[in-house]
């Protein structure tokens, strides 16, 4: 079984760049049956796709964030980041990292291991 | 992007109750739905994936059924530990989308 972790500053001031890493043990992040992915979740309210890495470093990001984000994979270190830059108060809430299960030959796939989740706060 | 949209948005519920959760996409998305269960201050858990198929040790009293647009996700006799918050979401296309969530209270 995967086990991932988020690490990061909790706390971000407005219109800087929030940084996230999760760090990825149990199995390599060099696995042809898995995509690596993060998902946030506002305050009171429902789970957003943020975006989706490969190993290869081909990425697929929610258009919503598309302007501020930049994700990345540190294969040496089994580790995969995200960047999202000018951050605002609606920014805020526990950001999750997630192993992407992938079947072979189709499109089906889903979040199987999930870190326990980072607490972002963007404020002065 | 695809709306999905559940209902309700909350239940209540007793211990031994059949509970069924919808979820209903906004187009047809044949069966690319995953489930998930999360509790406060938790992680989501994965339950279902491709709309019925049950994640590796998640118990039979869950079940989830639909294709196209119209999906649920059954509890068959619900137990003190399924007391939580469900979600679906589709993996059809990008950008990936949750529904809402179903808050299953006492």
């Known amino acids: 079984q995967l086990q991932l972790q988020e690490s990061g500053p909790g706390l971000v001031k407005p219109s800087e760049t929030l940084s996230l890493t999760c760090t990825v043990s149990g199995g390599s992040i060099i696995s042809s049956d898995y995509y690596w992915g993060w998902i946030r979740q506002p305050p009171g309210k429902g789970l957003e796709w943020i975006g989706t890495i490969h190993h290869s470093g081909t990425t697929y990001y929610n258009p919503s964030l598309n302007t501020r984000l930049t994700m990345s994979v540190d294969t040496s270190k089994n580790q995969f980041s995200l960047q999202l830059t000018s951050v605002t108060a609606a920014d805020t809430g526990p950001y999750y990292c997630?192993?992407?299960?992938?079947?072979?030959?189709?499109?089906?796939?889903?979040?199987?291991?999930w870190g326990q989740g980072t607490l972002v706060t963007v404020s002065s | 992007d695809i709306q999905m949209t559940q209902s309700p948005s909350s239940l209540s519920a007793s211990v031994g109750d059949r509970v069924t959760i919808t979820c209903r996409a906004s187009?047809?998305?044949?069966?690319?739905l995953n489930w998930y269960q999360q509790k406060p201050g938790k992680a989501p858990k994965f339950l279902i994936h491709?709309?019925?198929s049950l994640h590796s040790g998640v118990p039979s009293r869950f079940s989830g059924s639909g294709s196209g647009t119209d999906f649920t996700l059954t509890i068959s006799s619900l137990q003190p530990e399924d007391f939580a918050t469900y979600y679906c979401q589709h993996v059809y296309s990008i950008p990936l989308t949750f529904g809402g969530g179903t808050k299953v209270e006492i």
């Open positions: 997630a192993s992407q299960r992938l079947v072979p030959a189709t499109t089906t796939n889903w979040f199987d291991s």
């Open positions: 187009q047809s998305i044949a069966n690319y």
């Open positions: 491709a709309a019925s």
